[in-house]
């Protein structure tokens, strides 16, 4: 039995024996006080994301921060902060505080998170190599659809596409339905040159109705490569639409220079 388990059952006791022998009112005291006390971080972790929700910031991450440091927090709020810090384009904090979570014993789900953002880290701080080498000793171990997801595309920014189509291809069979995977899939057959493979693809993917932006900027790509210009602006016209933040494979400044580039091409065209 756990230390956890264990005090649960002591406190759950221990309010029985004083509900029976002396007070109902003490003992219904102690247990709402143990129940908050256990649920402390949460609680907080929740008055900040309330408040991130409303677009109060700084005051959001204070209460994400808080809710990081009790002692009880739970190992899935301190994941929430970290992702919120990464979010924000935090990678120093980000990555000091996942090191320190990586020594403590973790669960299955735990090694998975802690590494995948690991692997964000490597990724943002232009290190696409490091962020491979940790994915793939993830991938040995575990078989899910975001580590399969976000190793298909850093193998693709390492400009490994044959080894990029065949991971992505797995993925493909382990799960043809998310629209990460769909993305990388099509954007692999793109690279090499497989457009209409590649606009099969898209073609699947777009009936998910991607919300993030780089599923409309691949797609835009391989519509280029097949002539079908006003289609390609379209698809990127779309992707501006989307929420952007750090994580975003792709920046909104770096669609509008596509459209900028595409247009002015298409005007000296038909000049």
Not at 46 to 51: A, E, V
Not at 108 to 133: C, F, P, R, T
Not at 190 to 199: A, F, H, I, R, T
Not at 204 to 219: D, G, I, N, V
Request: charged share 25%; proline share 1%; glycine share 2%.
């Amino acid at each position: 039995m756990n230390i956890k388990k264990y005090t649960n059952i002591v406190v759950v006791i221990l309010s029985l024996v004083i509900f029976i022998a002396y007070s109902k009112l003490i003992a219904i005291v102690l247990l709402i006080g143990y129940v908050v006390y256990k649920s402390f971080a949460t609680i907080i972790y929740y008055i900040g994301s309330n408040k991130y929700k409303r677009n109060q910031i700084d005051e959001a991450y204070n209460y994400f921060e808080k809710a990081y440091n009790i002692n009880n927090s739970p190992m899935k709020i301190k994941l929430y902060y970290i992702y919120y810090l990464l979010l924000r384009g935090d990678l120093d904090k980000s990555d000091k505080l996942l090191k320190q979570l990586s020594q403590n014993k973790l669960t299955d789900d735990d090694e998975i998170s802690i590494k995948l953002n690991m692997s964000i880290v490597m990724w943002k701080k232009n290190n696409i190599d490091e962020a491979v080498i940790i994915l793939m000793e993830l991938y040995e171990k575990y078989k899910t659809t975001i580590i399969y997801q976000n190793l298909g595309y850093f193998l693709i920014l390492q400009n490994k596409y044959d080894k990029a189509l065949e991971m992505n291809l797995e993925a493909y069979d382990y799960n043809s339905t998310n629209a990460g995977i769909l993305d990388n899939l099509a954007t692999s057959y793109c690279m090499l040159g497989e457009y209409d493979k590649s606009l099969k693809i898209y073609e699947e993917l777009m009936l998910e109705k991607p919300t993030f932006p780089s599923a409309y900027y691949y797609y835009a790509s391989t519509l280029l490569h097949l002539n079908k210009t006003e289609e390609a602006l379209q698809n990127l016209n779309q992707a501006l639409k989307c929420n952007f933040t750090f994580l975003s494979a792709i920046s909104k400044e770096e669609i509008e220079a596509k459209i900028t580039e595409i247009e002015s091409s298409t005007k000296l065209l038909v000049k």
